[in-house]
């Protein structure tokens, strides 16, 4: 086993191999989280894994004290095997975390590595009170065949149900997150906009409406999929940043929102055998230890939204389980630079291991600063556990 990574480095820039300047911003940021390096740097790799054995390298590079610039040449080839990644088009930075997480879960879990991490085991093993043998499969299922660094620091479980008000059949689904997309139009339409919407608890409970049609299917694949263009709507574009703003909470209260689906907008209900009205429940059951957060203003030109957030939040309300992590300390920021997503130029902003914020434009690092410095629009928000 290697020893634990040098976290006393300075910080240090990556090159831009070509384009890279997305990827440049995914891996500092991911390098940013210490556990996440640090089980990384100690793990025994085997040829195989080439994907992981890619990354290793950029780890490698960005905590030796003795180079000025890391050159993540590796980790670029390995990537362009897929053609989202290929060529010197623009991409997305969520693209390439996603892809992140996919491809290491695979490597390591192949190896059949066991986490050791009791931490984990303990938040999965505590949630208690389950309504149903449902989750506990998934749990089960999820133990089995994702058991990685990745699984332990990364996901967290939603559910979503939907009630009938006829007969109060109620379906339930869970699903594993990694990361949780925020459509940004979608959040400020249904709070700020004209939008009829009436607030019933604490959390807010509002109708929205959106061009789609409200059917079970929609419903259940609606987590990741409001940045499509189908929910898109008409409002006018804004020429100024700082005219429309939104919170990180109001995000949450959209992603735990009840829906009513009434009027035009009933769904079947296979035991009525007909439309009902129904009442759809969405919630965050566990949270994980490092959340990332997508502030999705949609593809070509940005909405034109800030986001207000904090350098620490507390997400309690929002989480049903009792034992998982809700107060977290802000980390990193994935910046979008342009008024396109189609083009422009990405930027990380990240904590340093000695507690000091530096900026990192590809090569160009600058800083150290006291707090977060927020240029541009950040589009991804990397926040961790404050207890790790
Ligand atoms: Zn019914």
Redesign the pocket.
Known sequence: MNPPVNLSTKPIGLQNVGATCYMNAVLQCLFHVKNLTNELFQYQYFPFMKFALSYMDVITQLSNNSIKVAVPLCFKNVISVNPLFRGIQANDSKDLILYFFENIENELTLKNYICQNPKYMNRIKSIKNVENQQLMNIINVFENSHKSVISDLFYGFKSNSIE??????KLLNYQIFNIIIFPIEIIYNSFHDKTPYKSQTEIGRRNYYTTSNNSYGNFYNGYNNFGNDKYKTNIGYSSGFGQKKVTIYECFDNEISDTDFNGDNQVF??????M?D?LGKNKIYSSPHVLVLILDRGKGNKFDCDVEFYETIDIKKYVESQNCPVKYNLIGVITHLGESSMSGHFIADCKHFDGKWYTFNDSIVSGPYSSYQKHGTPYILFYQNSEL
């Open positions: 009938c008000l006829t007969c109060h059949q209900c296979n035991r009525c055998k007909k009902t129904s």
